[in-house]
């Protein structure tokens, strides 16, 4: 249930995002989700990817800062009301949500959540009957 996500630190100056998909795309690495938190300095660019290490090493190469971290994935009607359903789980027994972002596919939401605890939050959202997605079936979409 956990999903490997790419983090990349980016200068906040015209052209860095697009230096970054050029290099993921002069390799054909697929993006599923891709999310961006910015300052007044730099950004944070989020990427789910098939394959996290290798593009990992392509962006090293190239002298990105880059790390993985890991995520976990619920599926949920794409209504507010869903999204609000999973975060309140995850309140309740105080788990932590370090950030979130989602898309849309079809009629659902596909939620990408870092917790201060993913196995329990996985549990969590388990005991609730949630859609959890692993990997393989994020990659899919």
Known sequence: ????????????????LT???????SENIRITALSIADTSEFGILRLIVPDAEKAKKLLKVQHFTVNISEV????????????????KILSDLDISVEYTYAF???????IILRCSNNEQAIGALKD???ELLNASELYKI
Do not use: T
Not at 72 to 87: C, F, M, Q, R
Not at 104 to 110: E, L, M, P
């Open 1 to 16: 249930m956990i999903i490997p996500q790419l983090s990349v630190f980016l200068e906040n100056k015209s052209g860095r």
């Open 19 to 25: 230096e970054v998909l050029e290099v993921l795309g």
């Open 72 to 87: 976990i994935s619920v599926s949920a009607p794409n209504e507010a009301k869903y999204y609000a359903k999973v975060l």
């Open 104 to 110: 849309s596919h079809g009629s659902k939401s596909i």
């Open 128 to 130: 609730h009957e949630m």
